[in-house]
């Protein structure tokens, strides 16, 4: 790409324009979540052949074919025991999972969990829409309370996922939430979630306009949209355990949790060091400068 033509779209050297059109519906924030992304890559100073995007089913799951990076469209939950093998078998890799809620939490939750446990080098980027979008508008884990969804025509009954709490919990390095409309602060926490030296979590709220919406006749497009970004309120360091979302109720939004803890593989080394001494120095260790 040429610099005048890099100048009128600054970040169509990252996407693959072949593919454009692409699928989502009109007024689905993915493709805003995606334009952050692409941002974040460009102003980051990490090497572009040494970023892997990994993302699994799902609406969100597609955003991989759309990267023109190494990406994988893995199986349904999936996406983060593979970026993680990546992670292992490459450790200079900067791998990022880009999927969705119901992917990342309702199908591959367990995985979630232990990666955050083990605080593995990764950036996951969760599209929360609350609700299985792709496959017909089924509840979620993150669906809330007394909303409307394909199984629960008279309203969810289940206590959904509080995610930064569950991540916090779990013990991730890194935690933010923001809406699809917070484009600036998406996009700076990806860049922080990339240069964080352990497991990273950046939630963007995105409700569902074809299904989730006009199930709840909660108004549509942009409309929809802007009533989360209205009712969203800017709380940096907020106790995890008060970031429920409920139905319709104020959303609070920030960057929860900047810790410092060894990495995964930083951990290992260090164990083996101690187990094994010079032999591992020579033979065992696994680099991750």
């Not at 593919?19 to 519906?25: D, G, M, Q, S, Y």
């Amino acid at each position: 790409m040429n610099d005048e033509a890099r100048q009128k779209n600054p970040i169509e050297h990252l996407l693959r324009m072949d593919r454009i059109p692409h699928i989502w519906c009109p007024g689905c924030g993915i493709g805003t979540v995606v334009t952050s992304f692409a941002e974040a890559l460009r102003k980051s100073n990490i090497e572009l052949d040494k970023i892997a995007v990994v993302s699994g089913i799902g609406c969100t799951g597609r955003v991989a074919g759309y990267i023109k990076l190494d990406s994988f469209h893995t199986t349904h939950g999936r996406a983060i025991p593979f970026a993680t093998g990546l992670k292992l078998a490459n450790p200079e890799l900067k791998v990022v999972v880009f999927s969705g809620d119901g992917d990342i939490f309702g199908i591959g939750g367990n995985h979630f969990i232990h990666a955050a446990r083990r605080n593995m080098d990764l950036t996951v980027i969760c599209v929360n829409n609350f609700n299985y979008a792709m496959t017909g508008g089924q509840v979620a884990a993150t669906t809330p309370t007394d909303a409307n969804a394909s199984t629960a025509p008279y309203g969810n009954f289940e206590q959904p996922f509080s995610i930064p709490y569950l991540a916090d919990a779990a013990g991730a390095s890194y935690v933010a939430r923001w809406t699809a409309l917070h484009l600036r602060r998406v996009t700076k926490s990806i860049q922080e979630g990339m240069d964080k030296n352990g497991f990273s979590l950046i939630e963007v709220i995105t409700p569902c306009v074809t299904l989730y919406a006009r199930r709840n006749r909660l108004g549509d497009g942009l409309n929809l949209l802007k009533y989360y970004y209205d009712k969203s309120e800017i709380k940096h360091g907020a106790d995890t355990r008060d970031l429920d979302i409920s139905y319709q109720g104020k959303l609070i939004v920030g960057k929860f949790i900047d810790r410092e803890r060894p990495n995964f593989i930083d951990a290992m080394n260090q164990h083996m060091s101690t187990v094994l001494g010079d032999d591992y120095e020579l033979y065992g260790r696994i680099n991750n400068d």
